[in-house]
């Protein structure tokens, strides 16, 4: 059984900062992408970032230059600092990892549970 276990405080005021975390547990071999998405009340959830297993990053344009992704390989976690954030990121952020459970085993994608985000003017 795997699971992606996310946490990090989840309210802050505009221009603040938050950090979430997303710890993968259970029969994990390998893990390749990490990424992060959010889905705002009343929209479609988006992509806001990615990681690859060679440390390469990816970010939404909404995004660039205030959130950053890193992942630590050892503990199977990747992590989204959210720096000068705005009302417009209050979210609910989800993980999602690509990941195989064995050697044979295909990739798979895994979600976690979701971290609620609110960001107050």
């Known amino acids: 059984q795997v699971q992606l276990l996310e946490s990090g405080v989840g309210s802050a005021q505009a221009g603040g900062s938050l950090r979430l975390s997303c710890a993968g547990a259970?029969?994990?071999?390998?893990?390749?992408?990490m990424k992060w998405y959010r889905e705002a009340p009343g929209k479609q959830r988006e992509w806001v970032a990615g990681?690859?297993?060679?440390?390469?990053?990816h970010y939404a344009d909404s995004v660039k230059g205030r959130l950053t992704i890193s992942r630590d390989n050892v503990k199977k976690m990747v992590y989204l600092q959210m720096n000068s954030l705005k009302p417009g990121d209050t979210a609910v952020y989800y993980c999602?990892?690509?990941?195989?459970?064995?050697?044979?085993?295909?990739?798979?994608?895994?979600w976690g549970q979701g971290t609620q985000v609110t960001v107050s003017p």
């Open positions: 999602k990892v690509d990941l195989r459970k064995t050697q044979l085993a295909p990739w798979s994608g895994y």
């Open positions: 990681v690859t297993s060679d440390g390469r990053t």
């Open positions: 259970g029969s994990i071999f390998s893990v390749e992408t």
